[in-house]
């Protein structure tokens, strides 16, 4: 029995050895995986704070860049905000001399037109037939020609050559030299009278244009020229309602004319009259026609 003792003995110190050796070969395997693993972890760690580090880096780059552009555009516009102060400036000194050159040109007009009349009157005067007789031929036409200088200043419309013995583009109250503004022959069609109802001659609605009394007739509404500075307008008048409207010829920046409508007096229509009618518009010359339908629209209901 002490035999078969000391045989299980040795057979489980035999067992134990060869387990306890494969725990500490797991054991030993566990340790250097272990150990991998955290020198692995150690490098991510190190590698993370130093990409963390570079893109800090980065980061106070763009921050300093950005207030360095910040700074480059407020310098830039605070130029510019000077700069568009200064031609502001210089705008507003151009529009008072042009004002001042426009005055002067205006009162040299003025004097001339009162020195060519002041010439008129004198040579009247000096070609009167003594003792208070008719006037001779020389004298009529130069009251002619007072007249029309007149008609000319007051009305300043475009002046009508009608004297046979000279050229179409001098005046006819002095030379082409002496006057301040050229004349502008008119057609033929706009030299002839046309008279609003049975061509009585004291009308006083007569036009002196063809152009003129066909578009009253297709608009239904009177229509003058209305003095503007250096603008082309005209004044539209519904006489039995009176509504009355100005059209403006203006351009606009890309070179093309358009038509600025401003509303003068609504009349009767004050209360039945559309929005857009009360307001100011501007439209191209190609939606004219359509303007003037909607206006016949309204005018004829």
Same mark, same amino acid.
């Given at each position: 029995?002490?035999?078969?003792?000391?045989?299980?003995?040795?057979?489980?110190?035999?067992?134990?050895?060869?387990?306890?050796?494969?725990?500490?070969?797991?054991?030993?395997?566990?340790?250097?995986?272990?150990?991998?693993?955290?020198?692995?972890?150690?490098?991510?760690?190190?590698?993370?704070?130093?990409?963390?580090?570079?893109?800090?880096?980065?980061?106070?780059?763009?921050?300093?860049?950005?207030?360095?552009?910040?700074?480059?555009?407020?310098?830039?516009?605070?130029?510019?905000?000077?700069?568009?102060?200064?031609?502001?400036?210089?705008?507003?000194?151009?529009?008072?001399?042009?004002?001042?050159?426009?005055?002067?040109?205006?009162?040299?007009?003025?004097?001339?037109?009162?020195?060519?009349?002041?010439?008129?009157?004198?040579?009247?005067?000096?070609?009167?037939?003594?003792?208070?007789?008719?006037?001779?031929?020389?004298?009529? *036409?130069?009251?002619?020609?007072?007249?029309?200088?007149?008609?000319?200043?007051?009305?300043?419309?475009?002046?009508?050559?009608?004297?046979?013995?000279?050229?179409?583009?001098?005046?006819?109250?002095?030379?082409?030299?002496?006057?301040?503004?050229?004349?502008?022959?008119?057609?033929?069609?706009?030299?002839? *009278?046309?008279?609003?109802?049975?061509?009585?001659?004291?009308?006083?609605?007569?036009?002196? !244009?063809?152009?003129?009394?066909?578009?009253?007739?297709?608009?239904?509404?009177?229509?003058?020229?209305?003095?503007?500075?250096?603008?082309?307008?005209?004044?539209?008048?519904? *006489?039995?309602?009176?509504?009355?409207?100005?059209?403006?010829?203006?351009?606009?920046?890309?070179?093309?004319?358009?038509?600025?409508?401003?509303?003068?007096?609504?009349?009767?229509?004050?209360?039945?009259?559309?929005?857009?009618?009360?307001?100011?518009?501007?439209?191209?010359?190609?939606? !004219?026609?359509?303007?003037?339908?909607?206006?016949?629209?309204?005018?004829?209901?």
């Amino acid at each position: 029995m002490e035999a078969l003792y000391t045989k299980l003995y040795n057979k489980y110190n035999k067992l134990k050895k060869e387990k306890e050796s494969q725990l500490d070969k797991l054991n030993h395997d566990q340790e250097v995986k272990f150990m991998n693993y955290a020198a692995a972890a150690d490098e991510m760690i190190q590698y993370l704070k130093s990409e963390n580090d570079r893109l800090h880096g980065q980061v106070d780059g763009l921050k300093s860049e950005l207030a360095s552009l910040r700074s480059s555009n407020d310098e830039q516009n605070i130029h510019y905000q000077k700069l568009l102060k200064e031609e502001n400036q210089k705008n507003k000194e151009l529009s008072e001399e042009i004002a001042r050159f426009q005055k002067l040109e205006l009162n040299e007009c003025s004097q001339s037109s009162m020195h060519e009349e002041i010439g008129i009157e004198r040579e009247i005067s000096h070609e009167d037939t003594p003792g208070g007789g008719m006037p001779g031929k020389s004298t009529m *036409k130069l009251m002619k020609k007072r007249k029309s200088a007149h008609t000319t200043e007051s009305t300043a419309a475009p002046y009508v050559d009608v004297e046979l013995d000279r050229p179409a583009d001098q005046h006819i109250y002095g030379d082409k030299s002496s006057v301040a503004c050229p004349s502008i022959q008119q057609p033929a069609c706009c030299q002839r *009278k046309i008279y609003g109802s049975g061509g009585d001659a004291t009308d006083t609605s007569s036009v002196n !244009c063809v152009f003129q009394h066909l578009v009253e007739f297709v608009v239904g509404m009177k229509m003058s020229p209305l003095a503007q500075s250096n603008e082309l307008c005209i004044m539209a008048h519904h *006489k039995s309602s009176g509504y009355s409207f100005s059209l403006t010829w203006i351009t606009n920046s890309r070179g093309e004319i358009e038509l600025l409508y401003r509303v003068l007096s609504l009349g009767t229509f004050e209360r039945v009259a559309p929005e857009w009618m009360k307001e100011t518009l501007i439209f191209s010359t190609s939606m !004219c026609s359509v303007f003037f339908e909607r206006v016949s629209r309204v005018i004829k209901s």
